[in-house]
């Protein structure tokens, strides 16, 4: 069966478009490659040439990532060892779905351009030396699904829009530095949203509120106070007694004292 020369063409032109690289897609990986150090060379293969061409249809030739009729919609590097920190420019993989950098030693803030993956739906940092605050721009990313920075240096309180993500069925930001009160938007949600334990939020020293146990009281413990109770009534008892007898010194040299004027006072026979 022969094709005709129409169609030979337009079979030609697709898979010459299926196998070229996005622009963005391009350079979002050129940039998280940059911005990362991969002291075991387990990303040896992300080059710039791969980068160029990363995808065959649903095949990527870089390790790590996964494609979607040509783009980049899943990156995952977990448990590299990697370093470094993640580029803003990431957000150029604007196809990108699932996000998962965990269980390695990436260090810095999270970057507010996160928000531009406007199709992620996994965001899995876990495991890291992430620091600063959590943007609150992520609530931008209407579609996710995970949310979880578990196991970082995280400070600053969790933001109250992250609340507003209709479609989040697991949130864990427990030990990190985090501080503050949780969200009603999220310690308490609707019956209609999925709830989360005291777990997602564990580990935060100063983090406090619903599902979390009351936090333990900064005041005096009940024997402290006895024994500062005791200790001062003793102190108490010491100083009453030693005035007493003081009292009583003074008032045998007054007494002393007048019976000595009496005497003189007094005539002889």
């Given amino acids: 069966m022969k094709l005709k020369p129409s169609l030979l063409l337009l079979l030609l032109t697709c898979t010459a478009l299926s196998s070229k690289s996005h622009p963005n897609d391009e350079t979002c990986l050129t940039s998280l490659k940059q911005s990362l150090k991969d002291p075991t060379n387990s990303l040896q293969n992300w080059t710039k040439p791969n980068f160029a061409n990363p995808c065959s249809g649903f095949t990527s030739y870089l390790p790590g990532a996964t494609c979607n009729n040509g783009r980049i919609y899943k990156l995952s590097l977990t448990n590299l060892a990697l370093q470094g920190s993640i580029s803003p420019y990431l957000s150029n993989c604007t196809n990108l779905q699932s996000l998962d950098l965990s269980s390695n030693s990436i260090s810095g803030p999270l970057p507010t351009d996160l928000q531009y ?139 002393a004292l007048e019976e000595g004027k009496i005497t003189q006072l007094m005539p002889e026979y």
């Avoid at 196991?151 to 069925?169: A, D, F, H, M, Y």
């Avoid at 997602?200 to 900064?218: A, I, R, V």
């Fill in 117 to 255: 993956l406007v199709n992620l739906a996994v965001l899995n940092l876990s495991a890291n030396s992430l620091e600063g605050e959590i943007p609150q721009q992520i609530a931008m990313c209407a579609y996710l699904n995970v949310i979880d920075l578990h196991e970082n240096l995280l400070t600053g309180q969790i933001p109250q829009q992250l609340g507003l993500l209709v479609r989040l069925s697991a949130f864990d930001v427990s030990n990190n530095k985090l501080s503050g009160p949780i969200p009603a938007s999220l310690g308490n949600r609707s019956a209609n949203l999925p709830r989360f334990n005291a777990t997602s939020f564990q580990g935060n020293k100063d983090l406090y509120g619903y599902p979390l146990p009351p936090m333990k009281s900064k005041s005096l413990s009940v024997l402290a106070i006895v024994g500062i109770g005791l200790g001062s009534g003793l102190a108490s008892l010491v100083l009453s007694f030693a005035g007493v007898c003081i009292w009583l010194k003074i008032s045998e040299q007054k007494m």
